[in-house]
């Protein structure tokens, strides 16, 4: 009852904070991620081991020390943003060590890896990685959508020019954070839905090419919008709710992917049941 009290404190504060900081995308990849969290936890509640020492409980107590005392002493500037994407894989971890110890902790990989990737490669990326040949590449595939499309258009390394006016292709809009949550979806997908083995890997690369060219295509509209100077459809399309549409055709197209995975066509089902018929009359 104490480890429902502290995990269900924690996901109260943590979504209030993520709600707050008005990141609308990223709160919904961690509500869906914390249904499978929880969808997983109550299939295996039986069997899980709750045993655990002093240094694990210490270690836990510590890690969700530390996220308690950031909701109330907020991190500055871009900092914050860092806190919000971490603190509910350090929760958990917290909570799983003093559930069941550095020894159990195997028993929850399936829920920390799904909250790991809902939001903590979007940290690393930026962190230790140069989005820039991202943007650019980018940059280059919307020209290239654009001068399909008949429009005048020329690039100069990250900037789209057209007639009348262009944008720049900066590195918050080179998809990393569509392509961040998607990357979540296929590990839930995985975890959750397992398809065939060898279709598996294919899963995380689909993910990260719908991502991609959906946002490609979002930033020829924007460079469009923004060579006719409309700036209230700009600001629309890009940062308002506008850019959750563009976010929500990902998932969409995403999901249709995985659905075709899981359900082959007919056909192919048959071919599969035959084969699987040999194997066990072998």
């Known amino acids: ?55 694990s409980s210490v270690i836990g107590t510590v890690l969700i020390a530390i996220v308690l005392w950031y909701s109330t002493h907020f991190p500055p500037g871009k900092l914050f943003a860092v806190y919000t994407h971490v603190a509910p894989f350090f929760a958990a971890l917290g909570i799983s060590l ?29 962190a230790l990685l140069n989005v820039k040949p991202l943007s650019v590449l980018t940059a280059k595939l919307s020209t290239l959508i654009l001068w399909y499309a008949g429009f005048e ?29 998607l990357l979540g979806l296929s590990v839930i997908g995985l975890l959750m839905f397992p398809p065939e083995r060898k279709k598996r890997i294919l899963v995380p690369i689909v993910a990260v090419i719908i991502a991609f060219i959906v946002n490609a295509v979002r930033v020829a509209v924007l460079a469009v919008i923004a060579a006719n100077q409309h700036q209230q459809a700009f600001k629309f399309w890009h940062v308002g709710d506008g850019s959750l549409i563009f976010g929500m055709i990902t998932v969409i197209l995403f999901g249709i992917f995985y659905w075709f995975l899981l359900n082959p066509p ?16 072998e």
């Open 153 to 181: 258009v020329y690039l100069q390394d990250v900037y789209i020019n057209l007639p009348t006016g262009g944008i720049k292709v900066a590195e918050n809009c080179a998809g990393i954070e569509w392509i961040c949550h």
């Open 1 to 55: 009852m104490w480890l429902l009290g502290i995990g269900a404190g924690l996901v109260a504060i943590l979504l209030t904070i993520i709600w707050k900081a008005g990141d609308d995308s990223h709160l919904g990849i961690i509500v869906l991620s914390l249904f499978a969290v929880v969808s997983l936890l109550g299939d295996k509640k039986h069997k899980l081991k709750l045993e655990s020492d002093i240094i």
């Open 98 to 126: 003093l559930a069941s110890g550095l020894k159990g902790l195997k028993q929850y990989w399936q829920e920390l890896a799904i909250l790991f990737f809902a939001s903590v490669p979007k940290v690393l990326i930026f």
């Open 266 to 281: 007919e056909p192919k089902k048959r071919e599969l049941q035959g084969l699987k018929a040999n194997e066990d009359l």
